[in-house]
Nanobody, 116 residues
Framework: QVQLVESGGRLVQPGGSLRLSCAASGLIFRDYLLSWYRQAPGKERESVAHIGWSEDATIYADSVKGRFTISRDNTRNTMYLQMNSLRPEDTAVYYC?????????WGQGTKVTVSS
């Protein structure tokens, strides 16, 4: 059974940093493309960052480019989102997503609040 467990979300001040994690089990992690999405209150879920099978293949939303970094550790079956220079508009529930092109799995979400 596939399980995704997210962690790392919390309250942080503007300008601060957080690292989100998403640990996967029940699948062959290295075969999956990985993404982070977020959903702010009252808004639709939006794409934040994507990473391919290679750590060099990354794509970012314009709103986070230069501040966020997505990465993967295939030895730990875990993906990460390093978030720096956080802004109040980054406040949202963050979700990890894994797909092999045929099946999509979502994490349960972890809440990030950026506020002073």
């Amino acid at each position: 059974q596939v399980q995704l467990v997210e962690s790392g979300g919390r309250l942080v001040q503007p300008g601060g940093s957080l690292r989100l994690s998403c640990a996967a089990s029940g699948l062959i992690f290295r075969d999956y493309l990985l993404s982070w999405y977020r959903q702010a209150p009252g808004k639709e879920r939006e794409s934040v960052a994507h990473i391919g099978w290679s750590e060099d293949a990354t794509i970012y939303a314009d709103s986070v480019k230069g501040r966020f970094t997505i990465s993967r550790d295939n030895t730990r079956n875990t993906m990460y989102l390093q978030m720096n220079s956080l802004r109040p508009e980054d406040t949202a529930v963050y979700y990890c997503q894994l797909t092999d092109g045929a099946t999509i799995y979502w994490g349960q979400g972890t809440k990030v609040t950026v506020s002073s």
